[in-house]
């Protein structure tokens, strides 16, 4: 919620996606003749776009779900000192990768939470990668053939594709 997925597709990729909110992407079949997702705002997992539109209440939101979580914050609505969020984000060197990691650091840095980027050359970070080496990570994944499974094969245990070791 707090990382503003539309200035990243926008002012870094800049080659016309959607920003992401859900697993399945805009587009794909439902395997009956339909589409799975037609909507970006009202089919995914929150509004992608609220950051821009009610910055206030979409940090309120996120702040909600990590007091929820057993995160405390301070009055001015960041982090206490007792609860801190530090996290690192594997990348590729590539310059738009790094760029897209500079912006999600800015955007968790809005409650306090701490991102150290670590940048790795192509081979050793999709080495890092596939050994689970991270707390979270760039990842791509364009759909070989027209249907949710592309999307969703990559979260089973025994899957090739597992680089987030889901199940592991």
């Known amino acids: 919620m707090l990382i503003d997925r539309d200035y990243i597709c926008e002012n870094i990729a800049q080659t016309g996606q959607a920003p992401a909110n859900a697993f399945i992407p805009i587009g794909i079949s439902d ?4 589409i799975f997702k037609s909507s970006v705002t009202e089919q995914g997992y929150f509004d992608p776009y609220a950051i821009n ?5 979409t940090i309120a939101k996120a702040i909600s779900l990590l ?3 057993g995160y405390e914050f301070d009055a001015s609505g960041r982090l ?3 609860t801190p969020i530090s996290i690192t984000y594997l990348t590729n060197t590539n ?3 790094i760029a897209t990691a500079e912006a999600i650091q800015q955007d ?3 409650v306090g939470i701490n991102l150290t980027i670590q940048e790795r050359d192509w081979n050793v970070f999709l080495k890092e990668r596939k050994k689970g080496n991270f707390d979270f990570a760039r990842e791509g994944r364009i759909a070989d053939f027209d249907d949710p499974i592309n999307m969703l094969e990559m ?3 025994a899957s090739g594709n597992n680089d987030c070791q889901f199940g592991k």
């Open 95 to 97: 310059s738009s990768h």
């Open 80 to 82: 206490s000192a007792r």
């Open 155 to 157: 979260w089973t245990s």
């Open 108 to 110: 968790l840095a809005m």
């Open 67 to 69: 007091r929820a979580a």
């Open 31 to 34: 395997g009956n003749g339909g």
């Open 53 to 57: 539109n009610d910055t206030k209440e």
